[in-house]
């Protein structure tokens, strides 16, 4: 099984580039780093308070990886300065 999820951010903090790179980096660090995940900022990457982060995770069964991208996704929830618009999941057999 393989999943994929596109998390839609909005950085309302930011004020150049570099803030939000580091804001960036420090979730795609943890995600990286608790969950095993592949992940990636995939879109919007020249735009201050908005981005995009792509993650893709591979299991066995299909409930472990339900529960991981939800976790993942509850994670960047509640980082400081940041505000999810959108997130979605997809999985394959």
Request: net charge negative.
């Amino acid at each position: 099984m393989v999943a994929g999820a596109r998390i839609e951010l909005f950085l309302p903090a930011c004020q150049n580039l570099k803030e939000k790179r580091a804001i960036v980096k420090s979730i795609i660090g943890k995600l990286r780093s608790r969950f095993n995940l592949s992940v990636a900022e995939v879109a919007y990457q020249e735009q201050w308070q908005r981005t995009v982060i792509g993650i893709a995770a591979v299991a066995n069964e299909i409930s472990f990886l339900q529960n991981e991208l939800q976790a993942a996704i509850r994670l960047v929830e509640i980082q400081p300065g940041v505000e999810l618009i959108h997130a979605e999941t997809e999985y394959y057999e």
